[in-house]
């Protein structure tokens, strides 16, 4: 395919497959699941137009320790699943950032706890924020709300892979991979001036001396403990360089909704409907879940000691604890609204512009 | 004086942590050996497992990675699908690639993955303390066994060789042992087999080496290799199952 911008119509699901392809994923592997099936379908033609390695995997707990084979051998590499497909990816996933080998990951989030259904979700935030997999660590996860997105981040979580040396996930949703909307494809831009070179790779030690990729350290404090602290040294670094987020009508706001991915597109329906009836709501919109983008979010209540929040959310409730965790000290609970609906069903314009009503009547 | 043996050189001059009466260190012998023989040192990516042999890394200078219980032919697949020119070993035990990691190995074997698999069977879980394993003998007593396994509700020991047999895509599988040194020297030339098959393209290549492990047996290290010639041997016979080179 060419390389230059051209608007495409594409599903979410398929625009994350082009996107890697263009970042220059090497292999993909993976396990059919709806909803997130159409990236396998996609790749598996297109992977091997490009002669790139694709290969269905036997399970997802296969496929993923082929993402950490792959990224051992120093390419990029990519893997995708729904929910309970992530949950059998965990236990690889604790052993690639314990080893820091880079990868991406799809989740496009479909109901749960369970097999669940196969509608569009939010349910999996704890998991993809909080690590999933045991063990003390952390996962980039960046968060779009259009199928563009999907295409830009998808591209971005590579270079952050690389750069920093972890897993990155993009946190879709059963609506924002099943989506078909126009988007633009571009070229691949690189984020960063230089990528530390992969030095660590295994190629056979030809010249040098033998590289291991391990996740074992016995002997504490000289082996895990020292490990940890120098990935949580890391993390620090990353909550310091990425936060990312949108902000939207936020400056003097009656109220400002929170949310993120679907929610938030839904969320902006209502706010345009509400802004034309005389009060004003605005919108903070977190794209990276993690590191979660506090810094801007504790401005906004600064600058507008009044303000009351409503978080919106495709759950029964996970990001409203980092929304806690970040206003506890400026914030007291009862201006912090909460409006949710779990079991793999989405809020509405109308429910949530009724939300905003009771919220501002309070 | 002449030479006639010394240390492999891609083996390490510090020992291993095996304990006495182990087969685990007779097999790094024979890889050492046939590595340097072949010339793969700088060439290959070798799996360690999750089991007594994890820290492989230690005792053979190569590229190591340290593989999730189970999931080295995974692993092993993606490191010869990226790296097809580069010679890829799998070392695994019998809980890691006959139960925790089934599903794993009938898939690598089914895909026809060119890999050389070595599967060190001493019929139990060495590292954790002695637990039953899919290979523990009918009647053989463990910590999680302790009346001795029994066919009812803990199933017959898995063949392995014989189980992968029917998959079309192997093509060489044999079971040997370490427990004399008649059987040393055929479990070397096994295993230089499923290594040039791998050099050669020929594809899925498996050794099923029986090994002593007189810890988790409760036995002497001699007692432990007569239990491999009169009791292991009568379950697993030794052989070739497959050989379509």
């Known amino acids: 395919m060419a390389t230059e911008n051209k608007k495409v119509l594409m599903k979410g699901n398929e625009a994350v497959g082009e996107a890697a392809i263009r970042a220059g994923c090497q292999c993909y592997f993976a396990y059919p699941i709806t909803p997130q099936t159409e990236t396998p379908e996609y790749l598996s033609r297109r992977m091997e137009e490009e002669n790139l390695v694709f290969l269905q995997a036997e399970s997802e707990v296969a496929a993923i320790n082929m993402v950490f084979g792959a990224a051992a051998a120093g390419v990029r590499v990519m893997t995708s699943s729904s929910s309970p497909g992530m949950s059998l990816k965990q236990e690889g996933i604790s052993y690639i950032a314990c080893a820091e080998m880079p990868c991406v990951i799809i989740n496009v989030v479909r109901g749960g706890p369970g097999l669940g259904n196969i509608e569009a979700s939010q349910a999996d935030y704890f998991q993809s924020t909080r690590g999933g997999g045991h063990g003390d660590y952390r996962c980039i996860v960046l968060a779009p709300n259009s199928v563009q997105e999907s295409y830009d981040m998808t591209v971005q979580a590579f270079d952050l892979a690389d750069y920093y040396r972890m897993p990155v996930f993009i946190q879709s949703d059963g609506i924002i991979g099943q989506l078909v909307e126009p988007f633009v494809m571009g070229p691949y831009t690189p984020m960063f001036d230089e990528l530390p070179p992969k030095e660590w790779a295994l190629t056979g030690c030809a010249g040098r001396e033998p590289n291991v990729i391990r996740t074992l350290f016995l002997n504490p404090p000289d082996g895990l403990e020292k490990q940890n602290v120098r990935l949580y040294e890391k993390y620090d670094r990353i909550e310091a360089e990425q936060q990312w987020y949108e902000d939207y009508n936020c400056d003097g706001a009656e109220v400002v909704i929170i949310a993120y991915g679907c929610a938030s597109r839904i969320a902006r329906s209502a706010i345009k409907t509400h802004n034309g009836n005389g009060s004003k709501v605005g919108m903070f919109r977190p794209k990276t879940l993690w590191p979660w983008p506090k810094k801007r979010l504790i401005e906004i209540a600064e600058n507008n000691p009044k303000v009351k929040f409503l978080v919106i959310e495709m759950s029964m409730g996970q990001m409203i604890e980092d929304v806690y965790i970040s206003l506890m000290d400026i914030v007291p609970k009862s201006r912090i609204a909460f409006y949710g609906i779990g079991g793999g069903w989405h809020p509405t314009p109308d429910s949530v512009y009724e939300k905003i009503q009771e919220v501002l009547a309070e | ?245």
């Open chain 2, 1 to 245: 004086m002449k030479v006639l043996k010394t240390q492999p050189k891609s083996i390490t001059t510090e020992g291993t942590k095996y304990c006495p009466g182990c087969g685990h260190g007779i097999v790094l012998r024979l890889i050492g050996e046939i590595v340097d023989e072949l010339g793969l040192r700088e060439k290959m990516i070798l799996t360690a497992p999750v089991g007594c042999a994890v820290v492989l890394y230690d005792y053979i200078t190569c590229d190591v990675i340290e593989c999730p219980h189970g999931r080295a032919p995974a692993i092993g697949t993606a490191l010869k699908r990226v790296h097809p020119d580069k010679f890829i070993l799998i070392y695994q035990g019998d809980g890691d690639l006959a139960a925790i990691g089934a599903a794993e190995i009938i898939h690598a074997a089914n895909r026809g993955e060119n890999m050389s698999v070595l599967f060190v069977n001493n019929a139990i879980y060495g590292m954790t303390g002695g637990q039953m394993a899919p290979t523990t003998l009918i009647g053989q007593k463990t910590t999680t066994s302790p009346t001795g396994r029994c066919v009812k509700g803990m199933g017959k020991p898995i063949r392995v060789c014989e189980l992968l047999s029917s998959l079309e895509e192997t093509k060489y599988l044999e079971r040997t042992s370490v427990h004399s040194a008649r059987n040393i020297n055929k479990t070397k030339a096994a295993i230089r087999k499923a290594f040039v098959n791998q050099i050669n393209g020929i594809g899925f290549s498996l050794v099923e080496i029986l090994s002593m492990c007189p810890v988790g047996w409760r036995l002497s290290p001699r007692d432990s290799q007569s239990f491999i010639e009169e009791q292991m041997t009568d379950y697993f016979p030794l052989g070739v199952y497959k050989d379509t080179d």
